[in-house]
């Protein structure tokens, strides 16, 4: 696994992981200025299960007012980590490097699982990019709104900073398995996107609108529960504890696949 996350690190001293890194960066400094931007001075019902309440400018004032807004960003950010992880996966099959890969790491199962860690670790990097560089925009955003940042600078603050850091890291390690399995399964960059994608995206979110529970069952909208510390339809610990079995039948039918098919079949 050693090597194969060596070899990983390599690959990944490119332009491409640059832009990956800002794009997340960029999504949680959008997602701050929405949050504020949009804040309403009282709340409002909203629509449609699992909506909850219109983000408040009292909201924006609590402990985790500084990263509301980079907790908000990682739904899209958990859909940029499933693009980018079912790219690196399918790109293997496609440019036909895993099998000289897997001549210099026979063990399938230790290669994937050190790529996966390479590429998590480059993840970590990027959230912890977007999660400072969202702050910086909240306490520029507060002023704007004439927000009272009293109680951003206390304890409580700072574990919410690290509760949201941690929710969206175990969010991202979920689409990426989701993903990698989904690449593994189908070796088409086109076709594993084309299907998680239509899932996640509108399937999805069209059942949700007819149906309360979608937002407690299926895997996107799990995962994006998760990232956001619960949600009014899915509260945390179930939907951790179901985010963590689909991603765990996920590795386990990834490394199944990859373990009992041959690479060019």
Request: charged share 10%.
């Amino acid at each position: 696994m050693n090597r194969a996350l060596r070899a990983e690190l390599l690959k990944l001293r490119r332009r491409g992981t640059l832009v990956a890194i800002a794009a997340v960066a960029a999504m949680g400094v959008l997602a701050s200025v929405l949050a504020f931007a949009l804040a309403d001075d009282t709340a409002r019902p909203l629509d449609g299960p699992g909506r909850g309440f219109a983000m408040t400018l009292a909201r924006l004032a609590g402990p985790d007012g500084p990263s509301i807004g980079f907790a908000a960003g990682m739904t899209f950010v958990g859909l940029l980590v499933f693009v980018v992880f079912t790219a690196n996966i399918t790109s293997e099959y496609g440019q036909g490097t895993l099998r000289t890969l897997l001549l210099q790491q026979p063990r399938r199962v230790a290669w994937l699982a050190g790529k996966l860690a390479a590429m998590l670790m480059i993840m970590l990097v990027a959230l912890l990019v977007a999660l400072a560089l969202s702050v910086a925009t909240a306490v520029v955003m507060a002023q704007l709104r004439g927000v009272d940042t009293s109680q951003w600078w206390t304890g409580a603050a700072v574990e919410a900073a690290a509760a949201s850091f941690l929710n969206a890291l175990l969010a991202t390690m979920f689409f990426a398995l989701t993903a990698t399995a989904l690449g593994v399964l189908t070796r088409s960059t086109v076709l594993a996107l084309a299907i998680g994608i239509a899932w996640m995206l509108p399937i999805e979110h069209i059942i949700q609108q007819a149906w309360d529970g979608a937002t407690r069952t299926f895997p996107g909208l799990v995962f994006d529960a998760v990232a956001r510390g619960g949600l009014p339809d899915a509260s945390y610990g179930p939907a951790l504890a179901l985010a963590a079995g689909y991603a765990g039948v996920a590795a386990a039918v990834a490394a199944a696949s990859l373990t009992r098919r041959d690479v060019t079949a």
